[in-house]
C-alpha cells in the first residue's frame, strides 16, 4: 500500500516562494506508468489539478498555472516536491499529494497540508 505524505510551512507570505513535499511510502516513485500529482482546493471550492510528474520524470501542468509552479523529484530520497512562485491570498488552500496509474483504478491520496498566504 502506497502512503502519501505533504508537508509545507502552512503560512506564507504574498510574493513569497512555496516549497512544499511529498514524501513515498510503500511503493517507488519510479514505478512504471505512475503518475504523481499535486492538487488542492480553496476553501469552499473545489478540486484543482496543478500538474504532474511521471515515473520516467516528464512532467506536465495546468496552463493556468504553468508559469509558477514547478513539480520535480528525488528518486533517493523517493520524494517529490512542488514549488510554487509569487504566491497570492487566493492560493490559500489545502494541497494534496496524489498517485495514479491510469486505467487500473489504482489511485492514492495523502491526507493534505494546509497553506494560507497572508501577510
Known amino acids: 500500500q502506497v502512503q502519501l505524505q505533504e508537508s509545507g510551512p502552512g503560512l506564507v507570505k504574498p510574493s513569497q516562494t512555496l516549497s512544499l513535499t511529498c514524501t513515498v511510502s510503500g511503493g517507488s516513485i519510479t514505478t512504471a506508468y505512475f503518475y504523481w500529482s499535486w492538487i488542492r482546493q480553496p476553501p469552499g471550492k473545489g478540486l484543482e489539478w496543478m500538474g504532474a510528474?511521471?515515473?520516467?520524470?516528464?512532467?506536465y501542468y495546468s496552463p493556468s498555472l504553468k508559469s509558477h509552479t514547478s513539480i520535480s523529484r528525488d528518486n533517493a530520497k523517493n520524494t517529490v516536491y512542488l514549488q510554487m512562485n509569487s504566491l497570492k491570498p487566493e492560493d490559500t488552500a489545502v494541497y494534496f499529494c496524489?498517485?495514479?496509474?491510469?486505467?487500473?483504478?489504482?489511485?492514492?491520496w495523502g491526507q493534505g497540508t494546509q497553506v494560507t498566504v497572508s501577510s
Open positions: 496524489n498517485a495514479r496509474r491510469p486505467f487500473t483504478g489504482t489511485d492514492y
Open positions: 510528474i511521471g515515473y520516467d520524470g516528464s512532467t
